[in-house]
């Protein structure tokens, strides 16, 4: 196309799938999708609307928020400049398009993301507004559809942007629990931390026709893996053999399919035309309401005196933790079941068929209390470290660790995780298994469980892989341990792009404790003996053990539901306190 005029330009277009040359116009009728040979061509987020529903119906919802920039993040570009280019170039205020509309008829909540800005990155705006949508939903008492296209979480936003998984995934728990429809159509690409949350644990997920959906991109798993990936490998095709999808869609048919499914709940029904409406009092002041009256500690001040970051003051750069919390000899999840805890009993199994050694799990005593322990598990040897895939775990590890919240929830015994993770297991296989889907199931069973949860990220968080195991009433962090939305080296890769910079990504990504301390991702640093943890195992314990009982105690008292109240209201807040957040960083 570089020879043709620039007015010929927009009268023609080169498919994707077959070279033909096509008249754009044609093209367009044809909804985007090559008649030559049916390649989908992307939609941008407003024509894909414009698609889907009823003339006419559509009412977008208000899109603007304060300006995001929590962690003052630059790489070779300062964020902002990359925020103002993608508005300048897409016409859009962020990665979501968010409305209420009709689709056949049917009142739905939409929100439709567009890969354009800035690869549809899931940061803190894009999740606040689609939470909001998700709460439009509920209010209004309609189906809820989400169509995705998103490379994962926004990097430039750090662990907040991890969070917006578990703010997203908690107002879809809150429509299940109405028995409010919610559906999720997957277009390409969808990847990383959306397709690990919202993208798959809908009630229905839907594929167009050419989509490709995973938790790790192709180019990951083969860089790790250094094998050739099947044919046709995280394609629709590919997913709906797997399980993974209830079906795949032409773009022709799509509304139509959309049609006869929200026909089919009673919530979809067209008894009552969409109402103009102004919009409803924001829910998270009135759940701070229900929350004012609890006295649980509620910040980093808060809790055990011999284990906050106070006491320890000398400050290390944030690579230097993060080569620390990589320690071959840091303690371990088995280390702690035995300094720690007592009487550790493990259980295994998915009860799928597989037992992943990266997650163990069981019942033990903490200070004469019952409770569920679940953690990754690494090794200090590298035999260790290859028999437990170094912590990566597989679907088969999720669904373990789900299972185990799930028999903990039912016996009345809180859970305690704790997280040391480079990431899931980046592999073929653990795509095949619907890696993503094991994800986001977690993380949104997290949000309704009705017992207490205290994680503890005691070496590597690992994005989504962390998350997983940490959606939690209260989380720690030791002090040399880490947590990201991404690894220093992958960040770096991208946007310096050089994996050499990893050290300077480590510092822009904020993935200290005390840094993620003072964003409210974390409620208390557990402080390590003055060399580090793998030097002095026994006194790491002691620490622990103290920590963990200060804030456990507290939360037994809680009746259950208020549990699940106060917690959603701790990760409902990462989308709209982001002024706040980023002046406690200066
Ligand atoms: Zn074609």
């Not at 095709?237 to 399980?243: E, Q, T, Y």
């Not at 320890?312 to 303690?331: E, F, L, S």
């Not at 305690?416 to 977690?442: C, F, H, K, M, R």
Request: glycine share 10%.
């Amino acid at each position: 196309m570089t020879a043709t005029a620039p007015r010929e330009e927009q009268l023609w277009s080169r498919c994707a799938g077959c070279a033909s040359l096509l008249y754009r116009k044609r093209l367009r009728r044809n909804l985007d999708v090559c008649p030559e040979c049916g390649e989908h061509a992307r939609l941008g987020a407003p024509e894909r609307l414009r698609q889907l529903v009823d003339p006419g119906s559509l009412r977008l919802l208000p899109d603007q928020l304060p300006e995001a920039d929590p962690l003052d993040f630059v790489d070779v570009l300062p964020y902002p400049h990359r925020l103002t280019g993608a508005r300048a170039s897409t016409g859009l205020a962020e990665g979501v398009v968010c409305a209420t509309a009709t689709i056949g008829g049917h009142p739905v909540a939409l929100a439709v993301m567009d890969f354009r800005f800035l690869g549809g990155s899931l940061g803190c705006a894009v999740g606040e507004l689609i939470t909001r949508t998700a709460e439009r939903a509920l209010d209004d008492r309609t189906p809820l559809v989400l169509v995705t296209a998103s490379g994962g979480a926004r990097m430039q936003e750090g662990a907040l942007s991890l969070m917006q998984m578990a703010t997203v995934s908690q107002a879809i728990a809150a429509l299940r629990e109405a028995g409010l429809l919610t559906v999720s159509v997957l277009t390409d690409p969808t990847y990383g931390g959306v397709a690990a949350s919202f993208a798959t644990n809908t009630d229905l997920v839907l594929a167009e026709s050419g989509a490709r959906m995973g938790f790790a991109g192709p180019r990951v798993i083969r860089q790790i893996t250094g094998r050739a990936l099947p044919e046709g490998f995280q394609t629709a095709d590919f997913l709906l053999r797997h399980g993974q999808v209830d079906m795949v869609v032409q773009r022709r048919s799509l509304r139509a399919r959309l049609v006869a499914l929200l026909a089919a709940t009673r919530a979809g029904r067209p008894a009552r035309p969409p109402v103009p409406r102004q919009e409803p009092a924001p829910r998270r002041e009135r759940l701070a309401d229900d929350g004012a009256a609890l006295a649980l500690p509620t910040g980093p001040e808060a809790g055990a005196a011999p284990a906050t970051a106070a006491d320890t003051p000398a400050v290390r750069d944030a690579w230097d933790t993060v080569r620390m919390a990589r320690h071959p000899g840091r303690p371990t999840t088995l280390d702690y079941l035995d300094s720690v805890f007592d009487g550790f009993v493990e259980l295994h199994g998915d009860r799928l068929g597989a037992d992943c050694p990266a997650i163990v799990g069981g019942v033990a005593r903490l200070a004469g209390r019952h409770v569920m322990v679940i953690g990754h598990q690494k090794g200090h040897t590298t035999a260790e470290l290859v028999a437990r895939n170094f912590g990566m775990a597989s679907p088969a590890g999720h669904r373990k660790a789900l299972r185990l919240m799930r028999l903990a929830a039912r016996l009345g015994l809180p859970v305690v995780t704790l997280v040391d993770t480079p990431g899931a297991d980046p592999g073929v296989s653990a795509e095949e298994q619907g890696q993503a889907a094991a994800i986001a199931e977690n993380i949104l069973t997290l949000t309704v469980l009705p017992t207490p949860v205290l994680a503890v990220i005691t070496g590597e968080g690992g994005s989504g892989g962390a998350l997983a195991l940490a959606v939690a009433d209260r989380v720690l962090m030791l002090e040399n341990a880490v947590y990201s939305v991404i690894s220093p080296e992958g960040c770096a890769a991208i946007l310096w792009p050089d994996r050499s910079a990893a050290p300077q990504a480590a510092r822009a990504l904020r993935l200290t404790a005390p840094d993620l301390c003072r964003l409210g991702v974390v409620d208390e640093v557990v402080s390590e003996p003055s060399s580090a943890a793998h030097d002095d195992p026994a006194e790491t314990a002691h620490r622990l053990r103290a920590a963990l009982l200060t804030n456990l105690l507290p939360l037994l008292d809680v009746p259950p539901a208020m549990l699940v109240r106060l917690r959603r209201q701790r990760f409902r807040r990462f989308g709209a306190n982001r002024a706040s957040a980023r002046a406690g960083l200066r």
